[in-house]
């Protein structure tokens, strides 16, 4: 805002120095646009409020002439009032891309992180763990015989049932944790900063908290979980995904309610 403020001085002064000659209002709006949409809405406001002002004196400085003496205060509303309405627009502007960015991100169903949020979550904690050469682990969990669930209880009662293994597993994961649901029954939950230990630890809260979905619908729920812990970050999320994929398949061959976990990416040993 304090830029905005300097550069709503600047204008001021161009304007008594050029006088009627140059028409300001363009000048004017580009604080009030840039203050609205990068700061919100208030400081856009106070921005508007400020390029009024100055337009104002900036006007009564050159001593113009004017037919009536109302005409210069009529001037200078309808300026504020543009100004301010123009700070409202992008602020609600502002506002809606910041919805529309946070429902793409957000499962219709759940309300939790979908497969684009994870996408961006984990090539962020990739670059991390590039960075800080820290590990992470990830856990890929397919619920056991969920579409019975469907054809038994109903579609509207399969529904619920995602809904709460969505907040089942997240009630038992830290604030840095990410559940997500890429589709379907299926879950993928990113642990930063967690290796083998922690993440065999998770796991067992991730399959408590499966259990405690059943008062609540008469079902027993159970999933598949392949977990990868890796030492050294994958090349890309698709790549983190293909290996917790294989992973879960495992899993899935050794029964229901199986746990197949790996360490990966094993750090080279010098030479």
Not at 56 to 76: F, G, K, V
Not at 211 to 222: E, I, K, L, N, Q
Request: include cysteine; proline fraction near 5%; charged fraction near 20%.
């Amino acid at each position: 805002m304090i830029v905005g403020l300097v550069m709503v001085a600047g204008l001021g002064w161009v304007d008594f120095v050029t006088g009627p000659e140059l028409t300001p209002l363009v000048f004017y709006l580009a604080p009030v646009v840039l203050v609205a949409w990068y700061a919100g809405r208030w400081p856009g406001a106070i921005i508007a409020c400020a390029g009024g002002l100055a337009w104002m004196l900036a006007d009564a400085l050159t001593l113009r002439d004017y037919s009536h003496w109302s005409i210069p205060y009529w001037n200078a509303v309808l300026r504020l009032a543009a100004l301010v309405l123009v700070s409202e627009a992008v602020a609600r502007l502002r506002l809606a891309h910041a919805r529309e960015r946070e429902l793409a991100r957000s499962d219709a169903l759940t309300g939790g992180p979908n497969a684009r949020a994870f996408y961006e979550v984990a090539a962020a904690e990739i670059t991390r763990a590039r960075r800080y050469t820290h590990p992470f682990s990830v856990a890929y969990l397919d619920l056991d015989d969920f579409k019975l669930v469907n054809d038994r209880l109903g579609h509207l009662a399969g529904d619920a049932v995602l809904r709460s293994v969505a907040r089942a597993l997240s009630g038992v994961l830290r604030a840095s944790d990410v559940v997500a649901r890429l589709g379907g029954d299926e879950f993928v939950v990113l642990l930063p900063e967690a290796g083998a230990a922690p993440a065999r630890l998770t796991t067992e809260k991730l399959r408590g908290a499966l259990a405690d979905v059943v008062p609540a619908h008469g079902w027993r729920m159970t999933a598949s979980i392949g977990v990868a812990t890796f030492l050294v970050p994958p090349e890309s999320v698709d790549e983190l995904l293909a290996a917790v994929d294989g992973l879960l398949y495992r899993a899935k061959q050794g029964g229901k309610n199986g746990v197949a976990h790996e360490t990966r990416n094993e750090t080279p040993a010098l030479r």
